[in-house]
Nanobody, 124 residues
Framework: QVQLQESGPGLVKPSQTLSLTCTVS??????????WNWIRQPPGKGQEWMGA???????DYKPYLSSRTPISRDTSKNQFTLQLRSVTPEDTAVYYC????????????????WGQGTQVTVSS
């Protein structure tokens, strides 16, 4: 059974770069047919899809975040990583990684495997 686990710092200072890694087990991030996604949920708000890396290695982003949120992967470690640049307190959220099938880009309700989420707080 595929499992995802997020890791990263719980606290980041404003203007810094946040780096989060998702480690995938019992499945490969190069398996044809899937996107590997980052989603966040700020306190008191709904989920926001941020971007994804495909099985091919190509990336897709929510347009207004694209310049701040490069997503990369390390296939040797079966991990994919989100970097969020120039963070502000508005980036405080629980961050999730999740697997989604082709055709469900950005549609979080169709993602079938989720990590447990990691809390990130941006504060000086």
């Amino acid at each position: 059974q595929v499992q995802l686990q997020e890791s990263g710092p719980g606290l980041v200072k404003p203007s810094q770069t946040l780096s989060l890694t998702c480690t995938v087990s019992a499945g490969s991030i190069t398996t044809n047919g899937y996107y590997w996604n980052w989603i966040r949920q700020p306190p008191g708000k709904g989920q926001e899809w941020m971007g994804a890396i495909r099985d091919s290695g190509a990336t897709d982003y929510k347009p207004y975040l694209s310049s701040r949120t490069p997503i990369s992967r390390d296939t040797s470690k079966n991990q994919f990583t989100l970097q969020l640049r120039s963070v502000t307190p508005e980036d405080t959220a629980v961050y999730y990684c999740a697997r989604g099938p082709h055709g469900a880009l950005g549609r979080t309700s169709e993602f079938d495997v989720w990590g447990q989420g990691t809390q990130v707080t941006v504060s000086s």
